[in-house]
């Protein structure tokens, strides 16, 4: 099975070069590799992108950023994602098996781990949503988990509790400890308010 990944951007910025090019002038070259360390600076700056994941020909992810910044480490190679994130996944039809929304995230490609954070909702095609304040999502083991309160409604239900752990579609879930449940029937128009994380420890 091949995957092939197709980036369409508004910007590209090799940050890296254009320091290189400043610096250069003045300093010696182990002062321009000392301020232009690959630790410090992205290589890459792209903005406003939308990158495409497909398997032999079928769309399986898309992720669309405001900005992605890349650093190509050797060790720990990551991109950070720091304005807006929404990440859409689809089965192998074609259609949308979950949308995940976030306003920052980090991907670290060799160990196949994305880290959302702040504001992070996941909702996927069975209606059930997801909302937390970090989310890890691990691709060898194709699972989700957090240690985060968390917020979980479907159409029969809202859960509130501490850390989560389910599949990746978010088809199945397990709340690790559950601090509130709240039954929703077919003709309530209900309307609560989120428990205060604090007052449940």
């Not at 590799?33 to 690959?38: A, G, L, Q």
């Not at 190509?72 to 689809?90: A, H, I, Q």
């Not at 859960?159 to 389910?166: K, Q, S, T, Y």
Request: with cysteine; proline share 3%; glycine share 6%.
């Amino acid at each position: 099975m091949k995957t092939f990944v197709h980036i369409k951007a508004k910007k590209f910025i090799p940050i890296l070069w254009i320091g290189m090019l400043v610096l250069g002038c003045e300093n010696d070259l182990e002062e321009v590799d000392r301020v232009t360390s690959r630790e410090d600076l992205p290589l890459q700056t792209i903005i406003n992108s939308k990158i495409i994941y497909s398997n032999n020909g079928n769309r399986s992810m898309m992720i669309e950023a405001g900005r992605i910044d890349r650093y190509p480490s050797e060790e720990d190679p990551r991109d950070e994602f720091s304005n807006g994130l929404k990440v859409t996944s689809y089965n192998n039809s074609g259609e949308v098996e979950s949308v995940m929304t976030a306003n920052r995230a980090t991907n670290f490609s060799k160990t196949k781990l994305m880290i959302a954070r702040d504001s992070v909702e996941l909702e996927n095609s069975e209606g059930k949503r997801l909302n937390t304040e970090l989310l890890t999502w691990n691709g060898e083991t194709k699972k989700i988990y957090t240690d985060k309160f968390v917020k979980i409604t479907t159409p029969t239900e809202i859960l509130f509790g501490d850390g989560l752990e389910a599949e990746e579609d978010f088809s199945k879930y397990e709340i690790m400890n559950i601090k509130g449940r709240i039954k929703i029937e077919e003709d309530d128009s209900l309307s609560t308010d989120e428990p205060n994380p604090e007052k449940t420890k």
